[in-house]
């Protein structure tokens, strides 16, 4: 029998992230017009530019808040003003602090859906956190078959009809987890490893490539954001426990 996942709590100062921790953070997308005014003041150019080539400002708004929700978030673990934190990228995209800016080596990855951002943060190890807003109409066999490995297509199949579009969104969103924490994007083929479907909050990463120690070096949890979305964060190691906080 696996634990529970911790409750969201109410962001608090002051606030330490200990090697042994994965904190996941909840923001609110939508959220009022101060936080978008608080945000607005700490975003960079590069980010600001990045918001105009949204096409509608709900997006535009929403990418922002995100950005500026990342740099308070980031702040307030490193004691740095938001707006002095510099990133960069790796080959495939993911951001990362420049080493400059992250003395305690805080390694972070940030996912967003509909009017929901979830952030996860750990020190010394990599993590990678996906969230989809559940849409049934995404769920279907071919997207199964084009993305899952035969192993999980299997597994959705035998589930009655009515249970797989969530077990679609769990597969989902495990796998994208682990693809975002390895941070390799789309090089990592996404039918070479095999995530478990069940609805529990620990899982398995079930095999990589048939190599099963490579998969113990990594855990996953499933994540309850909120009503209508399915979640989850992946990190290295299996010695750490998760903190769930909202608000920024
Ligand atoms: C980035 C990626 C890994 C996920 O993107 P996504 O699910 O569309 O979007 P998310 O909101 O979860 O994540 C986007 C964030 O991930 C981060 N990111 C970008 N590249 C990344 C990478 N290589 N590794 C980890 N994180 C990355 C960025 O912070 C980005 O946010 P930003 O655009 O605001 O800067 C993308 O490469 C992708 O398209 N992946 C595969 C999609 C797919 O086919 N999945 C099938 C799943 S079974």
Redesign the pocket.
Known sequence: MTAANPLWQNARDPIQLRPDEVHVWRVDLDADSDALRRSCETVSADEQARSEQFYSLQDRDR?II??GSLRAILARYLGTPPRDLRFLS?A????ALEPDSSPADLRF?????HQLALLAFAQCREV?I??EYVLPYRADAHMAAR??APQEVAALRALPETARTEAFFRC?TR??AY??AR????SLP?NSFTVSLAPCPTIDLLTIGGDSPQAARWSLRALAPGEGYIAAVAAEGKDWSLILWQGT
């Open positions: 990418y995100a950005r790796n495939h995209g993911k951001p990855n940030v996912s967003h859906s990678g996906d969230v993305f899952f989902w796998k994208e693809v975002k941070g390799q994007g789309l996404l």
